[in-house]
């Protein structure tokens, strides 16, 4: 069965700081998806990328970058020169292809906090 | 647009009650999921429908947890005769197609508690 592990459970660092997200996945399928995804206090989750299994080139959104090393199986997020706003917990999650409709398995979370 | 909308978005019941829950998906979405998010964890799947069948209900806890959708749009998660261990963040989310691949958007969720 699929498994996503988000080994640190809280992260403080002060403003404009960089910070990296660790998530590490286990699947048997070699065709899935991992997504990334943002519960500020307001208890919403915002959607922040997605990426295949077939796709490792690394992303960069904005102050938000993503690395996806497929040989260890880790799909890590930084976020560069962090702001107050950027406080959250953030979920790594994933997709195992198969039938229609398949569920997203979710790390644990791991909570930021920006001092100012 | 508006996004993916739950109400209420708080619920007290005493132990043993019936409670429901209510999610109204982003418009013309046909997939949609429910989740259950405890305390300082992440969600954990639920249940699953694709229009109005329920293709996947394998994360229902007991019996004591129904879900609906019977028009293929708003959907009723239902829980009966709560329990304490209920008491958690329950989310529903939506996504355009019945791919599996398909971005879920979420709503804001209900906070359960029951005492």
């Known amino acids: 069965a699929q498994k996503v592990t988000q080994a640190q459970t809280e992260i403080s660092v002060v403003e404009k700081e960089d910070v990296t997200l660790d998530c590490v996945y286990e699947t048997r399928d070699t065709t899935y998806y991992l997504f990334w995804y943002k519960q500020p206090p307001s208890g919403e989750l915002v959607f922040l990328i997605r990426?295949?299994?077939?796709?490792?080139q690394n992303e960069i959104s904005g102050r938000y970058s993503w690395n996806f090393q497929k040989s260890t199986s880790s799909f890590n997020f930084t976020i560069t020169a962090s702001q107050v706003v950027d406080s959250a917990v953030y979920f790594c999650?994933?997709?195992?292809?198969?039938?229609?409709?398949?569920?997203?398995?979710f790390g644990g979370g791991t909570r930021v906090l920006v001092k100012p | 647009g508006a996004g993916v909308s739950q109400s209420p978005r708080y619920k007290v019941a005493k132990r043993g009650q019936d409670v429901a829950l209510r999610c109204d998906p982003i418009?013309?979405?046909?997939?949609l999921f429910w989740y259950q998010q405890a305390l300082g964890q992440g969600p954990e799947f639920l249940t699953y429908f694709q229009n109005e069948a329920q293709l996947d209900k394998s994360g229902l806890p007991s019996d004591r947890f129904f879900a609906e959708r019977p028009e293929g749009s708003v959907s009723t998660l239902k829980i009966q005769r709560t329990q304490q261990e209920d008491s958690a963040v329950y989310l529903c989310?939506?996504?355009?197609?019945?791919?599996?691949?398909?971005?879920?958007?979420f709503g804001p969720g209900t906070r359960l508690t029951v005492l």
């Open positions: 989310a939506s996504s355009l197609r019945d791919y599996s691949t398909d971005t879920q958007y």
């Open positions: 999650a994933l997709i195992e292809i198969k039938a229609a409709g398949n569920k997203l398995t």
């Open positions: 418009s013309g979405h046909v997939s």
């Open positions: 990426r295949n299994s077939f796709d490792e």
